[in-house]
């Protein structure tokens, strides 16, 4: 099928057709305190139950980017947008909240900390994935107002707890010169989800996501994080320099 993507970006910020596709996706230098975003999707407008991709569903393509340890987040691959819009910074929720159905490659630099569980990297380059229990919008929503609580780290360490029971999650961390290009791919099926690079396997995990799912590819100076203590923090980071990820190749099979 063909694919159509849709950019999506702050003011300052380019998503730039470089080529059949090929992209550029950049994000200008600024302080913290301002949300610098630019994306690709396919799900624009769509209800969840109209996201295009459910497994079995392949991803490659290739990508650098314009330094190795870029202030806030970068990645690809498929999700089903829980959040809306970035955890609440720089955009407006169009669907009501979700629990998190992923399978990516995701960067956090050092200020995040993305993993409900302890012993599972939560920042630096990963091949992850999230597979939640399905639970009905309107039971989720009768569980906001427990969201007060994540003001104290003592509730919030318990909440982080409990969403185990709720939230699976796998992830590794990946070792390369990623301002180099490399060939990334992920094939997700409802049994596991296998990543590879350069054409070796590196991560495949049974922790598989069976919702629908939108393709996304983005870069932002973004961080969030909820570690073992409690505390949960998100906001923006200063990025000295603009910041790019180059992109080319995309191709997904159903």
């Known amino acids: 099928m063909t694919l159509t993507f849709f950019p999506r970006l702050t003011s300052g910020s380019t998503v730039e057709p470089l080529g059949h596709n090929h992209w ?3 994000i200008p230098a600024g302080p913290a305190g301002r949300y610098r975003w630019a994306q690709l999707d ?3 407008q769509l209800n969840r139950n109209k996201f295009l991709w459910q497994p079995p569903i392949k991803l490659s393509l290739r990508a650098r980017l314009s330094a190795p340890d870029l202030p806030g987040t970068w990645g690809f691959g498929f999700w089903n947008d829980p959040f809306n819009a970035s955890l609440g910074i720089g955009g407006a929720a169009r669907r009501t909240p979700a629990l998190p159905d992923t399978a990516w490659f995701f960067y956090g630099s050092p200020s995040n900390y993305l993993a409900f ?3 599972h990297p939560a920042h630096g380059l990963l091949a992850a994935t999230f597979a939640s229990t399905a639970i009905p919008p309107l039971l989720l929503a009768l569980a906001l107002p427990l969201v007060p609580l994540l003001a104290w780290p003592r509730s919030a360490l318990l909440l982080r707890r409990w969403a185990r029971a709720f939230i699976r999650e796998d992830a590794t961390r990946l070792e390369l010169d990623v301002t180099a290009w490399h060939a990334y791919e992920l094939e997700l099926t409802q ?3 296998r990543f590879a690079l350069d054409g070796q396997p590196v991560f495949k ?3 598989a996501p069976k919702s629908r799912q939108g393709f996304v590819l983005w870069i932002d100076n973004q961080y969030a994080a909820f570690p073992p203590d409690g505390r949960l923090r998100f906001g923006t980071l200063q990025n000295p320099q603009p910041a790019w990820l180059e992109v080319e ?3 997904i099979e159903s």
């Open 24 to 26: 550029l996706l950049t």
């Open 42 to 44: 396919d799900y624009m």
């Open 117 to 119: 569980r302890d012993d």
């Open 191 to 193: 049994a596991h989800v």
């Open 205 to 207: 995990t049974a922790v």
């Open 249 to 251: 190749d995309i191709n």
